[in-house]
Structures are given as structure tokens and as C-alpha cells.
């Protein structure tokens, strides 16, 4: 556990320093992070898909980056998922915790679907209580009504 | 995935959708035999249960504007037999029956009931004390304050058992319930104004109501049984009274 | 002694001689020492509460009591400078001309005495326009709660000039939120209806939300998100110990929890596999009862004020819509039919109105309506206002108001409160900002 994290640190300070280093155009940054890392994921799979309003049905969109997800997923068969369910702030709390949880669980279903082990992936509502990133505009709700794949 | 399992609430449309669930499943297993693909199953079981709320929501919307409806076609009949009374009876009777329909305060107050007064009615002040208590619960019930005509019409009834208008308060009292769909509470003032007030110029609406507030608490048997005493009790009924009869008769299926 | 709030206070209501006002004594013109606040529009009730004397803090108890009745929108104190009649008796009638030429309706006058470590207030409430004594109480208590002495004698004015109870003398718990809102600390506070003696009784280490107060005030529950973002489960936790336990060790999330009226009973929403339910625990057996089924998400359930009903949010329909079950589940209905989504329900302690958000046209609401659903009436509205809670006499909301964020900050979350009568909206202070407020019954004496 305290060694991911510590590479997963690492993983940040590279793609931090890959990105300031200079203006090299975004791919070349691909090579930078070790692969099954879990920079890795976020940068070269996506590790979010949105959803829409009230909505909790996987978009064309989210599929595609649930598929990369499944793949990559299984090539390192070493990483638990929590997949974290989010809304946008335009609901009222209880009820988006349960929303929360049912974008969570769609999202963990289509991974099953894609044969990853149901054992390996758990899923947690955050409702609107954790906003990425903060705004009250139409662009920062439509990038909060998310379900976040997270590694450990 | 949780079973598709409907509420009582939309009983009445279970099978139709229990059909759709059934139909909906059944072409994409046949059509997709070769594709045993769970994205897939997982998308058509998205899809219905999003159908099934969409239809949800359509049924609760009817319901509701059904009962909208209902609610002012029982307040328009009301009125609507109110007047065919008056005409009835009204014609060849100045004076006119009890005058239940206040036109004005003061009319109401000038006019004592057309029908004669029982034997030890109430002197006239104390009746024409009676009569606004009537008029007002009346207007009340008219205004569909439906608690306040409660109130006047229970309070006439209790300080008035014998007077002329107690058939008619007994009855509109039972209607003051049925309004609320207080369906219990109707049933014992329709069942009340039948004991006590059969002969009242009320009684065969009295009876027709307590019937279809039977049937309405799923008691059919009871309220066909009600129905049937009514061409007995009532052989000179208007046509109207009849007919409603028979419908509801029918409506019931009463044999 | 007490444990819980130690006060010796038994609501020893000593009259203090006088008699009672008659009602309906032909009154002159001018503002009156009553107040329907049922009606469509009436003018707050001018009155002058004197500083109580024998005691420093009798200045004090003035002060609160003049802070409640004016926050309450039915009442304007009139300001001590205006008062002519100075230095009087509070045993000797008022010189009336004197305080019906400074517009008062009603004036109260009041004295503090130290007895054996405790201190006993007396207080009059003299009706100007009669020139009779409307009400006198006497309380005994520990010199530190004279606060709620202060409170207690507010509920006593506001009850004999409004014929309803008061709600002063309650608490509100709430969220109080700080740090940034993408990673903000939430914790649970606890203090009284003013704003005043604010505790903590959650340490801000993970997520906690949405308390509600047992009927006694002994407890609340709460929902709180487990160490290491272990999924949100209830709590139950008395205020006084902070002793806390897990209701329910389910393996998905379990949140929305309310009391029953009578206080043996919890109801909450519990998922699993994404789909949301409602079940009830007997806290006597910690036994589980669902209460809702189907793949649609139950939540928010909150009881009738006689226990019998449930009201809830559930989305069945396709969007958020309030329905009405039995307690133990079954006969569920829809009641809310108008344009726009439903959430929060909470059934008034009087059982005639339920309170709810609403979103509708991109904007949030605040209103009530009654319990079959009709009479919806907005009270407030805002970018995103959530969360009705009822004072104890069902004649008071707060909730709270969110402004929108701009520039990555947060805009700030308030509580607010508002009569149901939607005419007098205002602030609540708290120390940080807050939302999900949950108000107390009247604190037991």
C-alpha cells in the first residue's frame, strides 16, 4: 500500500516535470510515465467517465474509455478498483449519494461485462461532497457528473 | 440486478408492463442468440428499467389528473342534480322545497322552509337559526371547504334530527366525506342517512351513494345488495335516480 | 442531579399574582399585544423589554430575550433609548402613558436574585393597551445557563402574545464546513437556536452529514464516511458522552437516517448494487425491516408527526417526487405534481404541512405543502437553497443557501430561517460556514 502510493508520487513528479519541462507537444509524454502505473492509467487510458443529467447510463463516450480501462486493467492484474460515483452540485445531497452510487455501479458493471472480476472492483458514492473541479458553470458540472476509477 | 418488481401503488398496470418486460427481453435474446454479450443484456435491462419509469411516471400523472377530473365532475353533478331537484320539484310548488341553495343571505333568512315544520318543530327564530346553520354549511360544501360544511351540516343534524332539511344534511354530510375520499366516514353517514332519514326527499340519492361508496371500498356484494333495495324502497323515483341505478348495477356486476 | 442539561428547572410557573388579560376586551386602535400569524399580512408586535435588574446579568437576559422575539419577525423591539419610564419597580405596574407614547404594545420588566448558588428570575409581561399584566413567570437555575432562562422567557412572551409555543429554547445541529470545497472538511456542530455555544461533536477526519436529533436531544444520527473512504454508514451518537456506535454494518452504503417521533425506531436509505432502498431499525433489537423495493432510488424518508406515515424521495417515476407510504411500507402515493423535481421531505411536528426542496427551471426552492399534496406554497428561493428542518412548533423553517462558486472558490454555504408565511427570511450566525441543519424539539426541562 505505502509503496504505491510512494510510486504513485513519483509517477506524479515525473508527469509533473514532463509537462514543465517544456512545451514538447503532449504525446511524447506517453513514454515519460512507467507503464501499469498508475499515471499510466490516468494519462494514457482515462481514468473518468461523465454522465449525464440524472443520468446514469454509460455513454459511447465512457465506453471507450471503460474498454482501455478493462484492457489495461487486466494486463496488471495486480491493482483493487474503487470505482467513486460524483455528481454535480444541482441536486439535492441525499438523493446524489444514491445517484452517486448507481453511476458507480453502472460504470462497475460495464467493467465486469468486460470481464474484469467482480471481487476486484468496489464501488463508493461521493454524491456532490468532492467537486472536480470547483465552478457553478454548465462546463464544471458536465465534468462532475463522473465516476472515477481509482487504483490501489 | 434488482428483480423488476413493481409497486402496489401501479398495480392496476402490472401486467401490461410485466408483458412489455417479458416481450422487451424476449426479442433481443432471440435476435442476439449468437451474442451472448453482457454489455448487451446490461444496456436492454438500462433501457427497460428507464421505459418502466418513464411509465411510471406517465401512470402517476394520469392518476393524479383522473382524480382531478373525478373530483369536479362529483362537485358538477352535485350541482348539477341540486338543480334538476329544484326544477322538479320547484314547478308546481311556490315556495318551493327545502331551500337548500342559498341564492342570497337575505332570501335564505326571509324564507322559511316551504315544507311544513314536524310536529314540535322549533320555534321560528330558533328555525330560522336552523336554516343558516344549513345555508351556510351548504355554501361551504358549494366552496368545497368540505371540513367547514362537515362541521355545519354534523352540528344540524345533532341540534335538528327532525327537521325538515335533516334527510338533506345527513346526505350532504355523507358527501362532504366522500369529496376527501374519506370513503369509510361517507359510508356510515350514507348508512346513517338510510336508517334514519329513508323517506327523506334525500333518501334515494342517500341510497345510491351509500351503494357506490361500498363498491368503492371493495365491498361489492354489500353495495349490490344496497342497490337492490332500491326499486322497493323507492318505487317513485325519477328516471335520473334509476338509471344511475341500473349503471351502477352494472358497473358492479351485480346480478 | 441532571446529567443532561443540568438545569434545576422544573417549569415552576409561579404566577406572580396578577390576573390573566381577558380576551377580546374592547382594545383601542393602535397595536395590540396579540398576533395571528396565520393571516395574510399583519404588523410586528412593537414591545419594550426593560433590563431586568438586582444583577449584571439581568442586562444580559434582556438582550437575548430582545435578539429572539425581534429575529422572529413578529415582534419589534423598541430601543431602551426611546424608553421614558426609567428605574422602575419590577413589582409596581408601569406607568402605561409613558410606554404607549413610545408606541410599545407591551413591556416587560424583570429582576435576577442569587438564591442558595442559583440565581431566580422573575419577569412581567404588562399589556400596554389594556394597562394589564398579561403574563408573569418566575425560574430557578445555575448562574451559567442564564441563556436559557433568557430563552425560556422569550418562548413565554412569544407564546402568550402568538397563542402558539415557542422555539427558542431548542438547538440546531448542522454541517460545518471549512477548507477548500474540493477536498472541504465537513463535521457535525451542535448549538442553540441563536447561534450561540457552538460544540463539535465529530472531529472533521472524514465526511459527516445530514445529523437529526432524537426526540429527547440525547442523540443524533448521522451519516459519516468511514477511515480511509470506507463507504458512508450511519451513526448514532449521544451528544453529551460523544459516545458513538455503528447502526447497521451493511456492505454498501447506508445514509438519510431520521428518527421516529417516539424515538424507538430509524429509518434510512441502504444500497446495494447501485439501487437504493429504504429500510427501518428497531433500536431496541437493532432489528431491520425493508421498507421500499425495486430498482428505483428511495431516499430521505421522514415520519409523520403521529408516526403512522413515511414521506420520502424516490425517482420511480422517472424524476426526484415525493411519495407517501405507511410506516411499515406498502400504500406507497405520489403527492407531488407540479413542474420540477422534488427532494427533501420533512413532515411538520404539527402534521399539517411537509416541507420540501425544490428544483425547477435551473433553481432551487424552498416550500411546503400538505400532506395529500396540495396548498404547495414556495417560502424561499435561490442558485441552490436545500434541506428544510422544522422549529418545534411547526410554524418555523431553516435550511440552508449555497452562493455559486466562481474562479475555482467556493461561494459560501449560510443557514437561514423563514416563517412559513415566506414573509420574513433571515440569517442564522454560525461560526464557519454550514448547511444540513437539523432543529431540536424544545430542550426537556
Known sequence: MRMIKALTAIAAMILIAACSNDQQAAAPATTTVTPGSVADFRQNVGDRVFFETDQSTVREDGRQTLNRQAEWLKKYGNYQITIEGHCDERGTREYNLALGERRANAARQYLVAQGIPAARVKTISYGKERPDPVGSDEAAWARNRRAVTALQ | MAAFRLKQSIAMKKLPLRLLILVALALPTAAAAQRADPVYVEDRLNQLQQAISLLTGQIEQLQYRNQQLQQQMEKMQADYEFRLDQVEKGGGRPGGAPAARPTTPSTAAAAPPGAAPPAGAPPAAAAGAADQVYNDAFKKLQDGDYAGAEKGFRAFVQRNPQHALAGNAQYWLGETYYARRDYQNAMTAFAEGYKAYKSSPKGPDNLLKLGITLATLGRKPDACAIFARFAQDYPRATDLQKRRIEQERQKNGCG | ?445
Open chain 3, 1 to 445: 442531579m441532571n446529567t443532561r442539561f443540568d438545569m434545576m428547572l422544573p417549569r415552576r410557573q409561579t404566577i406572580l399574582g396578577g390576573v390573566a388579560l381577558a380576551a377580546g376586551a374592547a382594545a383601542p386602535a393602535h397595536a395590540q399585544l396579540t398576533i395571528d400569524m396565520t393571516k395574510p399580512s399583519f404588523e410586528p408586535v412593537p414591545i419594550a423589554i426593560v433590563d431586568f435588574k438586582g444583577d449584571k446579568v439581568g442586562a444580559d437576559i434582556a438582550g437575548v430575550v430582545r435578539n429572539d422575539l425581534q429575529n422572529s419577525g413578529l415582534f419589534r423591539s423598541i430601543s431602551p433609548s426611546a424608553f421614558i419610564q426609567q428605574n422602575m419597580d419590577p413589582n409596581a405596574p408601569p406607568r402605561f402613558p409613558d410606554w404607549r407614547s413610545v408606541g410599545a404594545a407591551g413591556v416587560v420588566v424583570g429582576q435576577v436574585a442569587q438564591s442558595g448558588g442559583n440565581i431566580k428570575v422573575d419577569f412581567r409581561l404588562w399589556d400596554v393597551v389594556v394597562g394589564q399584566q398579561a403574563t408573569g413567570l418566575s425560574f430557578t437555575s445555575q448562574p451559567d445557563k442564564w441563556r436559557r432562562l433568557a430563552h425560556i422567557i422569550a418562548d413565554a412572551i412569544y407564546k402568550r402574545v402568538t397563542g402558539e409555543e415557542g422555539y427558542f429554547d431548542t438547538r440546531v445541529a448542522y454541517v460545518a464546513e471549512t477548507g477548500p470545497l474540493g477536498n472541504r472538511v465537513k463535521r457535525i456542530a451542535i448549538m442553540d437556536q441563536d447561534g450561540f455555544n457552538t460544540r463539535y461533536i465529530t472531529d472533521g477526519k472524514t465526511i459527516a452529514l445530514t445529523p437529526r436529533f432524537s426526540p429527547t436531544l440525547q442523540e443524533i444520527v448521522y451519516m459519516a464516511y468511514g477511515e480511509n473512504n470506507a463507504p458512508p454508514r450511519v451513526y448514532l451518537q449521544n451528544v453529551e458522552s460523544n459516545r458513538r456506535e455503528l447502526l447497521g454494518n451493511f456492505p454498501g452504503m447506508s445514509f438519510a437516517p431520521r428518527f421516529s417521533p417516539d424515538g424507538t425506531k430509524v429509518v434510512m436509505s441502504i444500497s446495494a448494487d447501485g439501487n437504493t432502498d429504504i429500510y427501518e431499525m428497531d433500536l431496541r433489537g437493532r432489528a431491520l425491516r425493508r421498507l421500499t423495493s425495486g430498482p428505483a432510488i428511495d431516499t430521505s424518508p421522514s415520519y409523520s408527526s403521529d408516526g403512522s406515515q413515511i414521506v420520502f424521495n424516490s425517482d420511480r417515476g422517472g424524476t426526484q417526487q415525493l411519495y407517501v407510504m405507511g410506516a411499515g411500507g406498502g400504500g406507497e402515493r405520489r403527492i407531488s405534481f407540479g413542474e420540477g423535481r422534488y427532494a427533501t421531505p420533512v413532515w411538520s411536528p404539527r402534521g399539517d404541512f411537509i416541507a420540501f426542496t425544490k428544483i425547477s427551471g435551473g433553481s432551487f426552492g424552498i416550500g411546503v405543502m400538505r400532506s395529500d399534496g396540495s396548498g404547495e406554497r414556495m417560502l424561499a428561493n435561490g442558485f441552490l437553497v436545500e434541506g428544510p428542518t422544522w422549529a418545534p412548533n411547526g410554524r418555523v423553517l431553516m435550511f440552508f443557501r449555497q452562493q455559486p462558486n466562481s474562479g475555482g472558490r467556493a461561494g459560501s454555504v449560510t443557514l437561514h430561517q423563514v416563517d412559513i408565511t415566506g414573509r420574513f427570511e433571515r440569517q442564522v450566525p454560525t461560526q464557519t460556514d454550514a448547511s444540513d441543519p437539523a432543529w431540536s424539539p424544545l430542550i426537556p426541562q
